[in-house]
């Protein structure tokens, strides 16, 4: 059975930090491209960072740049976003997101997502 199981949500203030965790299982980890996305009721999803299967490549979306770092461990089958100086406006669910093209087919699976509240 696939899942994305994250944690490490909360409210915290403004300018302090958090540290999100996507623990996998059900398939194979270290195959899978891994990504952060958010969402508030109401907004767009919006991409916050991705890396790829080996760690080697990381991405970030603009406004996460500078405060926010992507990381995984093949070895536990676990991402991580560490997010720091953190912002009302960063306010919103945080969802993991593993996805990989395997023989042509593609493969996705999402977590169900964990709220981040930044606020004083």
């Known amino acids: 059975q696939v899942q994305l199981e994250e944690s490490g949500g909360g409210l915290v203030q403004p300018g302090g930090s958090l540290r999100l965790s996507c623990a996998a299982s059900?398939?194979?980890?270290?195959?899978?491209?891994m990504r952060w996305y958010r969402q508030a009721v109401g907004k767009e999803r919006e991409l916050v960072a991705a890396i790829t299967s080996a760690g080697g490549t990381t991405y970030y979306g603009e406004s996460m740049k500078g405060r926010f770092t992507i990381s995984r461990d093949n070895a536990k089958n676990t991402v991580y976003l560490q997010m720091n100086s953190l912002k009302p406006e960063d306010t919103d669910v945080y969802y993991c997101?593993?996805?990989?093209?395997?023989?042509?087919?593609?493969?996705?699976?999402w977590g169900q997502g964990t709220q981040v509240t930044v606020s004083s």
């Open positions: 997101n593993a996805r990989a093209t395997i023989i042509w087919r593609e493969y996705g699976y």
């Open positions: 059900g398939f194979t980890f270290s195959m899978y491209v």
